[in-house]
């Protein structure tokens, strides 16, 4: 994995992870307002069944006390199928034994007081309790099922899954859905006493929301979402990045060419112009020979007159061509820039080719080291020393292949220090790399380092080779530091 690519990793991890915590939560949400809904369900369905039997009562009150066998208290539980057993206490009767036992008759003196229906105190835990009217002339019974008072078709389906349902009166618990909900991501509650005043009891519903509870698939389709979009933000950037360098790579190679025209104009100009002044000065020196002779005078004279002004004007041409050439750079002006940076950025230009060659690339030092200088010269002469270490470490055998580049700063100097673990330079070449045409390898120019100590020394710098003692060609750089630090 290149360094480049980490920044996109931590972008992907964030930006997957916010929106599954956005879509988690809006998720939770909805969970809990479902429940919240079916808890209202569920406690609307029980205070109607409540109001029901208030109403049974009343109606059995209402009526005349019948001992027919078409007594209406024997058809009841047929309809209402909660109601397990419909009893009734003439003036004069007393209640049956279980019910007295069930405290029936405490609850009928209760409901006198009260003027309203109430349930007896013992048999909620069980699900089985009385709800008793005091009414004249006969007070009425009714044993209540708490588990049947909902059919199992109206109540909602999930209070039937994973969550505790259970009615609750003075402590006594009675559980109409058992299951204890664990520890979880939220814990739903929802408690409120029946709406009605004779079966005063709450319900409660709870449940906790766990990891298996989230919508996995949503979070996995936003997961893909993002990997998709990240990874085509990468390789949109990895290409453009890729043609950057490219664009770089060309410039830089475009001034690289120039320049070494310029260097091998100077060197013909150097060549030629010597050559020249001697051919003048001969000539001249014929003609006056000549002048001692009485034979073709005029003629030789002539002639010798004209291969002056000739080598007078192969001269001027020559002395024309080096001043058009003057300077070598590409003419951009000098700036004070951060040595490091402008090696790190050409260093990143031959990335690619470090990469494809294997070679351990380490790059340190005074980062602050500041010089005044022309930024594409600078460019151009760690483009050729490091263009030749790359050539250099062809020649060892890939494990052994680093390339080590550092900046140093003191006593008024940067520098810029470029060494390889390749093969070295030959001792009898070491005096000679930086002439002109000096090369020992097939197909080389040898211009490149001429061409990179002139640029140095265009810029107030200086460029040495020499062997590390491991044996590595090592080039060092030193350009005058900037004057503020
Ligand atoms: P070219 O690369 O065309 O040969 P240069 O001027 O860049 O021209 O290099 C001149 C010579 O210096 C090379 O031919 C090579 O012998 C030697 N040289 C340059 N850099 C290194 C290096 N890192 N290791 C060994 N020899 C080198």
Redesign the pocket.
């Known amino acids: 994995m290149t360094a480049r690519a980490w920044p996109w990793l931590l972008a992907w991890a964030v930006l997957t992870l916010a929106g599954a915590v956005v879509l988690g939560s809006r998720d939770l949400d909805r969970q809990e307002e479902a429940f919240q809904t079916d808890a209202r369900i569920a406690h609307r369905l029980l205070s109607q069944r409540a109001v029901q039997h208030d109403a049974v009562l009343a109606m059995l009150a209402l009526l005349q006390p019948e001992t027919t066998p078409d007594d209406p208290r024997r058809r009841l539980p047929a309809i209402f199928p909660q109601l397990l057993r419909v009893e009734r206490r003439l003036q004069h009767e007393s209640w049956p034994a279980d019910l007295a036992a069930q405290g029936v008759a405490e609850a009928e003196a209760a409901s006198r007081r009260l003027r309203h229906a109430t349930t007896a105190e013992s048999g909620f835990a069980g699900g089985r309790l009385w709800l008793v009217l005091a009414a004249e002339p006969a007070s009425y019974a009714l044993q209540l099922d708490l588990k049947g008072m909902v059919p199992a078709q109206e109540w909602p389906a999930a209070l039937t899954g994973a969550m505790s349902v259970a009615l609750e009166r003075d402590g006594a618990r009675f559980v109409l859905n058992e299951f204890v909900p664990g520890p979880g991501l939220r814990q739903l509650a929802f408690r409120k006493p029946l709406a009605s005043d004779s079966q005063a009891y709450e319900i409660a519903i709870a449940r906790s929301v766990g990891w298996a509870d989230l919508p996995w698939t949503v979070l996995l389709l936003w997961a893909l979402a993002v990997t998709a979009v990240v990874a085509a933000h990468f390789r949109y950037h990895s290409q453009t990045r890729a043609r950057q360098r490219a664009e770089e790579l060309l410039r830089l190679g475009q001034a690289t060419r120039l320049n070494a025209l310029g260097e091998l104009a100077a060197g013909l100009a150097h060549e030629l112009n010597q050559p020249l002044t001697a051919v003048m000065a001969n000539t001249q020196a014929a003609g006056r020979l000549l002048a001692e002779d009485p034979a073709e005078i005029a003629t030789a004279r002539d002639a010798m007159a004209q291969a002056v002004a000739q080598a007078q004007r192969a001269a001027d041409v020559l002395g024309r061509l080096r001043r058009a050439i003057g300077q070598p750079g590409t003419g951009e002006p000098s700036a004070p820039l951060r040595l490091l940076d402008n090696a790190r950025h050409t260093l990143d230009l031959l990335e690619p080719e470090c990469r494809a060659r294997n070679v351990v690339v380490q790059l340190d030092g005074d980062a602050k080291a500041t010089v005044v200088a022309d930024p594409v010269a600078l460019e151009q002469i760690v483009h ?2 490091v ?3 790359l ?3 062809e020649c060892v055998p890939e494990p052994q292949r680093r390339l080590e580049i550092s900046v140093l700063a003191g006593q008024g100097n940067a520098v810029l220090r ?1 060494a ?1 673990s ?5 001792a009898d ?1 070491l005096p ?3 002439e ?1 045409f ?4 097939t ?10 100590e002139t640029l140095a020394s265009s810029m107030g710098g200086r460029l040495a ?1 020499a ?1 590390s003692a491991a044996g ?2 090592v ?1 060092t750089l030193t350009l005058p530091l900037a004057a503020k630090q």
């Open positions: 050729n020393l263009s030749n270490a050539q250099a470490l470029i390889d390749g093969p070295g330079i030959p070449a000679r790399v930086f002109p000096f090369t020992t390898r197909g080389g120019l040898g211009l490149g380092l001429s061409l990179s080779a062997n590595g060609a080039f």
